[in-house]
């Protein structure tokens, strides 16, 4: 069985979501990093809580968009290399 053809909506969906779930866990791990950094200042407070909130929220955004270019161009370059040289060799067992 060979692979010919990969969905690049399909790849882009299942990429985005994987690194924004990548992104989550990132941010999560920013957020608890942004707790252990003193902040004496007013200013230096206001931009702990921006690391720490901004970590859950923006990272996951971030990690998701990037998926889902990468997930295209992914597909899409596999797509145009498997027509020229054919594709994946899969060995399937039912």
């Not at 941010?27 to 252990?36: R, Y």
């Not at 161009?73 to 060799?89: D, F, K, P, Q, V």
Request: net charge negative; aromatic share 10%.
């Amino acid at each position: 069985m060979v692979l010919k053809k990969i969905g690049v909506l399909s790849a882009a969906k299942v990429s985005g979501v994987l690194y924004a779930v990548i992104g989550l866990i990132a941010g999560v791990f920013f957020s608890v990093f942004s707790l252990f950094i003193p902040a004496q200042e007013s200013s230096e407070l206001i931009f702990k809580l921006m690391f720490g909130v901004g970590g859950i929220i923006f990272l996951p955004i971030l990690y998701g968009v990037m998926g889902v270019i990468a997930g295209v161009i992914g597909a899409a370059m596999y797509n145009l290399i498997a027509s020229t040289i054919g594709g994946l060799e899969l060995e399937l067992e039912a």
